[in-house]
């Protein structure tokens, strides 16, 4: 059953593994660094702490019962309102295998256990410290050309910041409509994810950055846009550059 600790600090953490010893030494170490602490026993009693409060940082198992750790990261990444939460893997999966599949995915971080406290500590500070920088930077910026452009099945207003595909409007956020704008104004052309993230989070960004924060804004962009889980659609990946958008017909 998942439990919730309180500490006085403002930023919470949600600790997911189904080993209670481990889960309980993990707990009390981030308590005393400060941190309230959530904790889950599986992935499913993770969404459901997601569901129901605040959390800033997911910290979990990848072998667990009911919903597993890659589960988990997929699911909270469909999420708009969990999309930018950072997200470390803290597992005993020390294969090269595993952990190029989970840096694919677009993870923050890997950490393998037995690990030492200060690495895990050090790794939840510099997420968090990195989320609220993302948080506080500025504003997107707006497209140059405001006016209205075709392309496919396509309609783009970048006046009044709005998509349709075919006659239907499309509902994205900010960050969402600016990326497509972008790789719209450059069809056809492969766009790298550094200059995307410049683009959408005024931000300078080296690459494995940049594709951890471009990859969510592109699934949830394929997604609105009708494309199944795992469907590229219209905006195609171009492996280790960034993407590229071919006029939907």
Not at 16 to 36: C, F, K, R, T, W
Not at 154 to 175: F, G, K, P
């Amino acid at each position: 059953m998942s439990n919730v600790h309180t500490t006085e600090a403002g930023e919470t953490i949600l600790v997911v593994d189904d080993a209670p010893d481990l889960l309980h030494n993990i707990a009390e170490m981030l308590q005393e660094s400060g941190y309230q602490v959530a904790t889950a026993t599986d992935g499913t009693e993770a969404l459901q702490v997601l569901q129901t409060r605040h959390i800033d940082l997911i910290l979990t198992d990848i072998a667990m019962p009911k919903l597993n750790g890659y589960q988990l990261y997929e699911q909270v990444r469909r999420n708009p309102d969990w999309v930018h939460i950072p997200f470390i893997f803290l597992t005993g999966r020390s294969l090269s295998s595993d952990i190029r599949y989970g840096k694919e995915l677009g993870v923050d971080d890997y950490l393998i256990k037995p690990m030492e406290i200060e690495d895990l500590a050090a790794a939840v500070r510099g997420k968090l410290r990195r989320a609220r920088q993302l948080e506080h930077s500025a504003a997107p910026a707006q497209p140059l050309d405001q006016s209205e452009f075709g392309l496919g099945r396509l309609r783009i207003n970048t006046a009044q910041h709005r998509v349709w595909l075919d006659d239907t409007l499309i509902d994205l956020s900010a960050r969402e409509f600016i990326l497509l704008a972008y790789l719209a104004r450059h069809a056809e052309r492969t766009v790298s994810v550094s200059e995307l993230i410049q683009a959408t989070h005024d931000l300078a960004a080296d690459d494995k950055e940049a594709g951890s924060l471009a990859r969510p804004l592109i699934r949830s962009i394929r997604r609105k846009l009708g494309y199944a889980t795992g469907e590229m659609g219209c905006i195609e990946n171009v492996r280790g550059i960034g993407y590229r958008l071919i006029p939907p017909h």
